[in-house]
């Protein structure tokens, strides 16, 4: 038995029914597509990480009363 009960003879049939429909030459542009959709969504959510973790910096500056984006908090105001 293979995947759900699937054998790997029936694997092997889909695959050559798969070939024979698409050919070899769009395969690979699905492929490569698929690739570099992965690669673009991965590269998004590492963008995303760093924006979060930068907001989440400012945000804890500005509660500790220091400058933040060259404006003086109000906790830094009243010192002066």
């Known amino acids: 038995m293979g995947f759900g009960g699937i054998s ?11 070939l024979l429909l698409f050919g070899t030459k769009r395969l690979k542009n699905i492929g490569s597509d698929l690739g570099g959709a992965i690669k673009g969504f991965k590269g998004a959510m590492k963008d995303g990480e760093k924006e ?11 509660e500790s009363g220091t400058v ?3 404006e003086v908090t ?5 010192k002066h």
């Open 8 to 18: 790997i003879w029936q694997l092997l049939i889909i695959l050559a029914i798969v």
């Open 52 to 62: 979060s973790a930068k907001a989440k910096e400012q945000i804890e500056q500005s």
């Open 68 to 70: 933040v984006d060259g």
């Open 74 to 78: 109000s906790k830094e105001r009243e």
